[in-house]
């Protein structure tokens, strides 16, 4: 269940979701891709996710780890089940 209370943070999925599908980022690549996330708050979710082990620092910048890859990789059937959910409104 610690899992689910960290990705249910605000931001902690969408950092992890951007990170998996669009490679390494410096911490402004990846401000910019988040959109509307303060500086305080992805802070804040990159500090969370990297001592759960689900993100790291490395030369190209923060990148998922292979435990982050498989999290996101299990919700995919998820996201498709939700987008064929949304066709039915």
């Not at 402004?28 to 790291?56: F, H, M, T, W, Y």
């Not at 999290?71 to 064929?84: F, G, Y």
């Amino acid at each position: 269940m610690a899992l689910f209370d960290l990705l249910g943070r605000r931001w902690a999925m969408g950092v992890l979701w951007q990170l998996c599908s669009g490679g390494p980022c410096t911490f402004r690549e990846l401000q910019g891709r988040c959109e509307s996330i303060s500086p305080a708050v992805l802070n804040s979710r990159i500090k969370d996710l990297r001592q759960a082990k689900l993100l790291e620092r490395g030369e190209g910048g923060y990148q998922p780890t292979d435990l982050g890859k498989q999290i996101i990789s299990s919700l995919h059937p998820l996201k498709d089940l939700a987008e064929q959910w949304v066709e039915t409104l």
